[in-house]
C-alpha cells in the first residue's frame, strides 16, 4: 500500500491487543455470502514513478492551445503565480470545513474577505462561501425566489447559458414550478414580450448579462417589466462586475453564477466556482455556508461559520438545499485573485479583454464571410456571428497556429448551424488575432 | 506572529496605489457606452504583492490541516492526501483544456474519465456511472432524481424516501428536494435497522431506502440481504451513500449486496484533498435498469476511441452542471486508485477499521458505547456518563483536544446518541498517534475529575478561544463594514 | 393568575376572547438553547389546527411552530423580525417573546389544551 502502512509487528500488537489473530476477523460481522469472492481487476499498485510516467504518457493525447478564442462559460484569463502558489499550501488544501473554528480562523477569515468581495462587486450585501459551479448555483437561486414566494412559474431568458438551462430544468424538475423560456429578440431580452407576460404568479425573472451570445442586457428595463417577480442576474464571466452597472443598481435582488474567471484554470471544466449574493430578505434562505464575524471569549475578533441552522444537518428534509461540502478551496484562489489585481487590475483585465474581442469584431468586419448577429449592439468579451467558411479547411488552419477558434453554436441547437460564438480575454495577442482572422479568410467558401 | 493580535482584514491592508503589475494597464471604457457602467469601481483591496503572500501564508497557519497533524472527523475520512495527486493536477496541460474543445484533441483526458468510471464500477459492483456530481450531496441529489426517474417511467413515482434515524442530515434534505416525502425509520438497540420497523413502513409508496454501510455508528448493516428483499419486494430502490466506502474496500461491494444506486464521496475515500469544504467530487454508479436515467453525457468508449455518450438524452435526468464534472478532482481519485491497485484499497480498508478498533478499545472504557455490536473504520462514543459526573461536555472535551495539536471529532452526531463523539482515524495514522490520542483522551478525562472549570473555558493554545456565536448568529457581520474609500 | 394552557408541543397559547396569543414553553426555550431566527407567519394567514405556522431556529437546531388551533394570525410579534432581539424567548418566552395572535374558529379546541400542572407532568416524564 503506497503512502502509508504499519509495521507487521505494530499490525501483530493491535491485533493482539484487540484479541484478534487476523485483520479479517474484524470483518466477520459482513455475512460470508457477501464478501468478495473474485477480486475484481483494477489497475495497479503502480509506483508513484510508474504513475507519472503514464499520466505524461496520457497527456500526449491531449491537445493544449496557445490562442483560445472560446469561452462559453469557460474563459482563459492570467493567472498571477501567487495564486497558485497559496493554494498549493496544505493548511489550506488539507484542511477540512471549518467546524471548529478555534483551529480554522485562516479558512475562515479567508472565506470572509471573498464573502466581502463578492459583495462588493455585485452590491448585494450577503454572499456566502461558494457553490458547485454556475448553472447549480443558478437553480438554487430558483430555489430560493420560490421558498420566498412560493409562486409556481419561473421566466428565464434565452440567453441564458443553455446548460445552465438544462440544469435548472433538471433540478426544478419535481417541484412543481414551471419554467417559460423567454427567446431573444435581435440578440437581447425582448421587452416587449417581458411586459406582456402575467407577473403576479411568477416567482422569478432569471437573465444572464452579458448574456450567452455576449450582448449587454438592459438590466434597468428588465427591472421595470418584471414586477414584483424577484429579479435574478446571472453572470458566468464575473470579469464584467467590475465594470457594468452592478446587479444591485440593476435592481436584482440576486445575483449568482460562476466565478471561474477569477483565479481558476479552466481544467476541462471543473472544479469552478459557484457563486450567490443576495439582498438581506433572502439571508435565510441563502443555502451553503456563510461566514460570520463575532468575538472569542478574549475580546478577540474571530470568525465562525453562522446562521448554521439553515442548513440540511440542521433542519434536514426542512433545509431550503442539500449542499454542505462547497467549493471552498475555489473561493480561496479567488480571494488571493483578486487581492492581487485590486481594483485597478481587475478592471484592466475586464477592459482588456473587452477591448480584443472589439478589435477582433473589428478585424472579422472587412471580411465578406463573416455576418455578425446584431452588429452594433454593445457586446462585453463575446459576440457571434455567421461564418460562411469550409469548416475542414478552417479547423486545419487553425491547428496548424495551435488556436482554439470560435465555438460551434450548432453545438447547443441545430438551427444554429454555422454560427460561431468568438471570446477574447486579456491572453490573446494581436498576432493570434491576427492569424484567427486570416484563417477565417482562407477558410472563405 | 504574535498570538494575540489578530491577522488585519486584507481590506485593512489597503492603501491607494499599491498593486501588483500582473496585467497591462487598460482604463478604456469607449467600447462600452455608458449606460452600461457602473457608478463607482468596487473597493477591493490594494495591497502590494508580497503582503498579499504574507497576509495569507499567516492565515493559512491558523488551521489544522491533515498534513500537519491527525485529524479524526469522523464521517469525513480526513486521510492523507498523496503529493503525487497535487503534483499531477496542477500540470499546465490539464490547467489549459477547455471543456469544448473537440473530444479529438482531448483522448487523453476522456480515457482517465472512461477509467476512473470502468474502475469505481469494478470497486462497488455496478453497471454504469455518472462523474457529474461536484460532491456528496449532489451526488445523493442525483442519485434520488434518477431514482424518482425510474419509478415515473413505471407509471409512478412514489411518494416518500425510507431513512434511519441515524443517517446524515443530507438524506433528508436530498429527498426533499426531488419532491419526496422523508420518513425516518427508529433504529433498532444495536444501532442498527430494525427489519420489523422496515417491513411496517415499507409499502408501494416508497420510491428508496437510502442507507450507508456501515451506518453511521460504524456498523454493518449485517441483516442487508433482508433490507433489500423487503424493500425491492415492494418495487423500491436501495440506495447506497458512500460515505463510508473506506471501511469495506475489498470485502464488500454495495452491487453485490442488493443496492441499486451508489455515490463516491471521492474526497473522502479516494483521498481527494478537502479544500477547507471542497471542492469534492461525487460520482454515482447504478445498475442496469437506471441507467437510461444517468446525467448525459456520460463518457464512452469504442475500444479505440473515447466519446462523450449522449444517447440516453431522451431518458435521462438532465444533467447536474455544466460541463462534465470536477476534471482535477476526478484526476486525483484516478491516480489514487492506480497507486493502491485493489490489493491497496483493501489494505486501506483493513488498516482504516484495525486503526478505528484499536483506538476505540483505548478510550472506550471513559465513556459509553451506544451499541455493543462490532465497530468498522468510525465509532460513536457517548460522553454522558462524564457530563453528569463532572459537568464537562462532549463540546468540552471536543474543544479541549484541540490544545493537543488534534483536530476535534465529529460531535453531536448521530443525532440519535447524546452527546456523541464520532471518531474515525482513517488508515494513515501510525500506532504511535492513535497511542497519542487515547493518552491525550485519559488526560481530558481526568482534568473533568479534577479541573472542570479549564474544560469549559478549553481551548487553550489555539489561536484564538472560544467565539461567540450566539453574538454572530444573533448580530450577523458577513462581510468587512466599512472598506476604506477609494481615492481617484 | 393568567391562565397559560399548553400543546403537547411545548407551545403555551393565552385566550383573549376569541383570540389566543401563542409562544414556546420556558421548558421549550431551555431545550432549543439561544433562539437566534424567527421565521414569522404573515399576518392573514389561514391556518388548521397542527398546521406548521412557522420555525424557530436556535444555534444548533430548528423547530416547528403549529397552530393549536384553527384560524387566522392576526397579530405578529415583530420585534421578532430582527436577530438580535430572538433572545426575548430565551429571557421571557411567556411574555414579551410571544410569537403570534391567532383568532380561532372554534374556541372550543382549547378544551382538549393541559393546564400548568398537567404541562409540567409531561415534561418531567420526558
Redesign the interface.
Known sequence: MPYFDHSDNDVKEMLKYLGKNKVEELFFSIPQELVIKTPPIITGPLSEQELLSSIEDTLEDATTYKEIFRGAGAYRHFIPAAVDEISSRQEYYTAYTPYQPEVSQGSLQTMFEYQTMMSELTGLPVANASMYDGASATAEAALMAWHFNRRNKVIISGGVHPEYLTVLNTYLKNTGIKIEMLPLKEGTVDLQKLSAIDMSDVSSVIIQNPNFLGFLEKMKDIKKQSGNAVLIYVTNETHSLAVLQTPAEAGASICCGDAQSFGQPLAFGGPYLGFITCSEEFL?LLPGRIIGATYDHHGKRAFVMA????EQH??RE?ATSNICSNHAMSAVRAAVYLSLLGTDGLKSAALLSVKRAHELKEALSTLKNVEFIEKDKPFFNEFSAKLKINDRVFSESLQKHSILGPLELSRFNSSFKNYYLFTATEMNGRAGTELLVEAVKEASL | MNPNVNEKLIFEMSKKGRSGSFIPECTDTSCIPSEYLRDKPPKLPSVPENEVVRHFVRLSMLNHGVDKGTYPLGSCTMKYNPKVNEKAARFKAFSNLHPYQDEDSVQGILKILYELGEDLQAISGMDGITLQPAAGAHGELTGILMCRAFHTSNGNPRVKILVPDSSHGTNPATAAMCGYKVQTLKSNNSGTIDIDTLNKNMDEDVAALMITNPNTLGIFENEISDISEIVHRKGGLLYYDGANMNAIMGYMRPGDTGFDMVHFNLHKTFSTPHGTGGPGAGPVAVKKHIIPFLPYPTVNSTGDRYFFDYSNRQTSIGKMRAFYGNFLVLLRAYLYIRANGYSGLKRTSELAVLNANYLKKKISHNFTAPSSRDTFHEFVLSAQNIKKETGVNTLDISKRILDFGIHAPTI?FPLIVKEALMVEPTETETKENLDFYAEIMEKIIAEARSNPEELHKAPHKTPVSRPD??RA????ILKALSLPEKED | MQNYLYTKDHEWTLQEGNRARVGISDFAQEELG?I??V?LPEIGTKVKQGDTVC?I??????S?IFAPFTGTIVEINEKLKK??N??IINKDPLGEGWIFVIEMEDPNELDALMNEEEYKKMTEEE
Open positions: 435565510h446562521l448554521a441552522a439553515r440542521i433542519r426542512r | 453531536y456565536e450566539v448568529n444573533r448580530r450577523p | 439561544d437566534a431566527y421565521e420555525s431556529d436556535s444555534l444548533k437546531s430548528s416547528e436577530e438580535e430572538c433572545e
